[in-house]
């Protein structure tokens, strides 16, 4: 079974500061990771993914990532954070191999204060 | 460039009646498509998904069917509603070998 922790249901910060969203994952073998973003209202939206290669992978809007097997986190970065980066994050997790389930952690909402 | 629609935009229903939600991809051959829920302020849960016409694999049993008649349509039905159908539903596709999903609109629905 594959499953995803984000830790933190709420993250505020101020504009300017960095910012760190925490996940965590459970899967035995190698996983496909993902970073989506949905704004107040709206669909979600691809910012980021790790499949295999670098551990630090770079997506939309300015967003980072770091994939660390030995703790089984990906967490998500940005420096610096803007007013706009406002939304809730989701973590997201494939089973590699043509496994075709996607299981979403439970999100991050992000404030950033201007 | 691909597109993806999805309809309709919303729809308030009674429980115990019918429903359709329909989902077009404009614009890509034979993608991988997704259907999606999400509750009010919740996290997403993957419903259906299908990898090629007429063939659909369920995820999760929430009294809901789905079937995809064309390349690029991916229909969610039900012949009775339930209050906890309420929600977001979210079509999604996903290019073969690309992994990540692409997803729609969304459509909203308030069962009462």
């Known amino acids: 079974a594959q499953s995803v922790d984000q830790p933190d249901a709420h993250v505020t910060l101020s504009e300017g500061a960095s910012l760190e969203l925490r996940c965590s994952y459970s899967y035995s073998a190698a996983p496909y990771l993902f970073w989506y973003v949905q704004y107040p209202g709206q669909s979600l939206q691809f910012l980021l993914k790790?499949?295999?290669?670098?551990?630090v992978v770079k997506g939309t809007k300015g967003f980072e990532a770091e994939f660390r097997k030995s703790n089984s986190s990906f967490n998500l970065k940005k420096s610096p954070a803007h007013w706009s980066d406002s939304a809730k994050y989701f973590c997201a997790l494939e089973a590699g191999g043509s496994n075709y389930k996607l299981t979403f952690g439970k999100g991050t909402l992000l404030t950033v204060t201007p | 460039a691909q597109t993806i629609h999805q309809w309709p935009v919303a729809e308030i229903k009674a429980v115990g009646s019918p429903l359709s939600l329909g989902c077009t991809i404009k614009g890509k051959s034979s993608p991988n498509l997704y259907w999606y829920w999400q509750a009010t302020g919740g996290t997403l849960q993957q419903l259906f998904y299908?990898?090629?016409?007429?063939?659909v694999e369920s995820v999760v049993q929430l009294n809901l069917s789905a079937s995809r008649p064309k390349d690029d349509q991916f229909i969610l039905s039900t012949e009775k509603l339930l209050l906890s159908h309420s929600g977001f539903y979210l079509c999604?596709?996903?290019?073969?070998?690309?992994?990540?999903?692409?997803f729609g609109p969304g459509t909203r629905l308030t069962v009462l």
């Open positions: 790790y499949i295999t290669g670098d551990t």
């Open positions: 299908s990898i090629t016409v007429g063939q």
């Open positions: 999604a596709w996903e290019r073969t070998g690309g992994y990540e999903q692409y």
